[in-house]
């Protein structure tokens, strides 16, 4: 079938309109949405009416499935709900554990590199969204890479990021997963710097990077800072405006994300989460030094 194609920036994401997504939806056209999140990072695909099993089963036509949250605490299904509402449809309340834990979802990330195995493409679907704030935010980490001198990315290609969730939520505050939590995620060593399915060079940054080889703790903060700062700079990013029936899909090896604030005691925002498991990242019994 023939998409109706649309550049969301000129440097990176296409919206891939005029499909529904179903199971009549031919495996051509499947092939085509995968290879498009390979090669521009980000596909928008608008205008859908999903069940949350029409999400998981679309996703398992793209590769395989992991399970939908990594924390025992998170309400449970097929799909992770990224939402202030409870199971009945109503607000949360101010302070709610589920919705500060959410929070960390508006600092820079990529899905569960803390974990192993990780997660190659993610699937986001908009049911409730807000009227107001709320977007999300991605840019990718290959423009990053190719705007730095051959110089740098020689010295970079020389890194490992140790990945742990627990750093990036006690950033924000947020300490309150048991001991079990603690010994199911330790840090996770990743290459800073890698190259990419689509051939290009990327960076692999996130918010839950603690470490990086050879600096301590403060030097590898700084230096963190320094290169989310130059990987996101605005013509680098796509802030995303959620309408209901909106599906996103993205490559957690090379785009970066971030949920922009809204107003969570007040709005509802209901969107459902599914991430396909990357077959070649095995686990390695290494530790941080």
Request: proline share 6%; net charge negative.
């Given at each position: 079938?023939?998409?109706?194609?649309?550049?969301?920036?000129?440097?990176?994401?296409?919206?891939?309109?005029?499909?529904?997504?179903?199971?009549?939806?031919?495996?051509?056209?499947?092939?085509?949405?995968?290879?498009?999140?390979?090669?521009?990072?980000?596909?928008?695909?608008?205008?859908?009416?999903?069940?949350?099993?029409?999400?998981?089963?679309?996703?398992?036509?793209?590769?395989?499935?992991?399970?939908?949250?990594?924390?025992?605490?998170?309400?449970?299904?097929?799909?992770?709900?990224?939402?202030?509402?409870?199971?009945?449809?109503?607000?949360?309340?101010?302070?709610?554990?589920?919705?500060?834990?959410?929070?960390?979802?508006?600092?820079?990330?990529?899905?569960?590199?803390?974990?192993?195995?990780?997660?190659?493409?993610?699937?986001?679907?908009?049911?409730?969204?807000?009227?107001?704030?709320?977007?999300?935010?991605?840019?990718?980490?290959?423009?990053?890479?190719?705007?730095?001198?051959?110089?740098?990315?020689?010295?970079?290609?020389?890194?490992?990021?140790?990945?742990?969730?627990?750093?990036?939520?006690?950033?924000?505050?947020?300490?309150?997963?048991?001991?079990?939590?603690?010994?199911?995620?330790?840090?996770?060593?990743?290459?800073?710097?890698?190259?990419?399915?689509?051939?290009?060079?990327?960076?692999?940054?996130?918010?839950?990077?603690?470490?990086?080889?050879?600096?301590?703790?403060?030097?590898?903060?700084?230096?963190?800072?320094?290169?989310?700062?130059?990987?996101?700079?605005?013509?680098?990013?796509?802030?995303?405006?959620?309408?209901?029936?909106?599906?996103?899909?993205?490559?957690?090896?090379?785009?970066?994300?971030?949920?922009?604030?809204f107003d969570d005691t007040a709005d509802p925002r209901d969107l459902r989460a599914v991430r396909l498991c990357d077959l070649a990242d095995l686990p390695e019994a290494l530790a941080p030094v």
């Amino acid at each position: 079938m023939a998409w109706s194609e649309r550049k969301l920036t000129r440097r990176f994401g296409v919206e891939l309109a005029g499909a529904r997504i179903d199971r009549d939806l031919p495996r051509a056209a499947r092939t085509a949405v995968y290879d498009a999140v390979i090669e521009r990072g980000l596909v928008l695909i608008p205008g859908q009416s999903l069940s949350d099993d029409d999400v998981h089963a679309f996703a398992g036509t793209l590769g395989e499935v992991l399970p939908s949250t990594p924390f025992s605490d998170l309400p449970q299904g097929k799909l992770l709900a990224i939402t202030n509402l409870n199971a009945r449809g109503e607000l949360r309340p101010a302070g709610d554990w589920y919705v500060r834990a959410m929070k960390g979802n508006e600092l820079w990330h990529v899905d569960l590199s803390f974990m192993r195995p990780r997660a190659t493409l993610s699937i986001l679907y908009g049911k409730v969204v807000t009227p107001v704030g709320g977007n999300t935010e991605f840019c990718d980490l290959r423009l990053a890479c190719e705007a730095f001198s051959a110089e740098e990315r020689s010295h970079l290609a020389t890194l490992t990021a140790w990945h742990d969730i627990f750093h990036s939520r006690r950033s924000l505050g947020f300490d309150e997963l048991n001991a079990e939590e603690l010994g199911k995620h330790p840090p996770v060593p990743r290459p800073l710097l890698s190259r990419h399915e689509s051939g290009r060079d990327t960076l692999l940054l996130a918010s839950h990077i603690c470490q990086l080889s050879g600096h301590d703790c403060a030097e590898s903060a700084a230096m963190l800072r320094e290169l989310t700062a130059r990987a996101t700079v605005p013509e680098n990013v796509y802030s995303h405006k959620w309408r209901a029936g909106d599906l996103l899909l993205w490559d957690n090896r090379c785009v970066m994300h971030r949920a922009t604030p809204f107003d969570d005691t007040a709005d509802p925002r209901d969107l459902r989460a599914v991430r396909l498991c990357d077959l070649a990242d095995l686990p390695e019994a290494l530790a941080p030094v």
